[in-house]
């Protein structure tokens, strides 16, 4: 079964500044998808970037970027030139090639603070 | 725009009582999901629907049950309420058809069962 581990439950980071958040899973299968989700405070849960494991550059959305490391298993999120809207819970999230369900696996979330 | 709606942003029952958690999605999606959110433990699925009629259960399906008599709409239904249930409840949909596509969330119910 493929799990997924976010080990920083808390972040912090001054507003401008460049922050990463951590993201490891589990699997044995070599085609899978990965996505970091965001929920604000009181706001829906939104997309913020997704990656296809068999694609080697690292997806890109404005000021998000991550670092994927097939071999590691790794999934980090970069978030530049930090603002206070970015102020959120993260979710990184593990997705199987195919099938029809289109299940999600998440992690435990990052609760990132924006500071002024 | 993808819209998906819950039926209430915070529901207050007893316990023993039953309750519905309703979501409806306005962009013909195949599939959707029952989530509960817990801090510490992430999102966790309860159940998820595939098509009309058509349900399975996910990682924590115990105590709860799910309706999908039309596409747009999936209900999950808490028979008999307890304590333990209290927790924020998220909804969500998808198009299915490729693994890539984003999952749309609804805003999510905070239930406290007292």
């Known amino acids: 079964a493929q799990t997924v581990t976010q080990s920083q439950p808390e972040m912090s980071v001054q507003e401008a500044e460049t922050v990463t958040l951590s993201c490891t899973y589990d699997t044995s299968e070599s085609n899978y998808y990965l996505f970091w989700y965001k929920q604000p405070p009181s706001r829906q849960m939104i997309l913020v970037i997704r990656?296809?494991?068999?694609?080697?550059q690292n997806a890109t959305e404005n000021r998000f970027s991550v670092n994927f490391q097939k071999a590691a298993k790794s999934f980090s999120l970069k978030i530049s030139d930090s603002q206070l809207g970015d102020t959120a819970m993260y979710f990184c999230?593990?997705?199987?090639?195919?099938?029809?369900?289109?299940?999600?696996?998440f992690g435990t979330g990052t609760l990132l603070a924006v500071q002024p | 725009d993808v819209k998906v709606t819950q039926s209430s942003r915070y529901l207050v029952k007893r316990t023993g009582e039953k309750v519905f958690l309703e979501c409806v999605q306005d962009m013909d999606h195949e599939n959707m999901f029952w989530y509960r959110q817990d801090p510490g433990l992430g999102l966790r699925l309860i159940y998820f629907?595939?098509?009309?009629?058509?349900?399975e259960k996910g990682d924590i399906p115990e105590g709860y049950s799910v309706s999908r008599e039309k596409k747009e709409r999936f209900s999950l239904i808490l028979e008999s309420a307890s304590t333990n249930q209290t927790s924020m409840y998220l909804c969500?949909?998808?198009?299915?058809?490729?693994?890539?596509?984003?999952?749309?969330f609804g805003p999510g119910t905070r239930l406290t069962v007292l």
């Open positions: 999230a593990f997705r199987r090639y195919g099938g029809a369900t289109n299940k999600l696996i």
């Open positions: 990656q296809e494991a068999y694609k080697q």
């Open positions: 969500a949909s998808i198009r299915s058809g490729s693994s890539y596509n984003e999952q749309f």
């Open positions: 629907s595939y098509d009309v009629k058509m349900k």
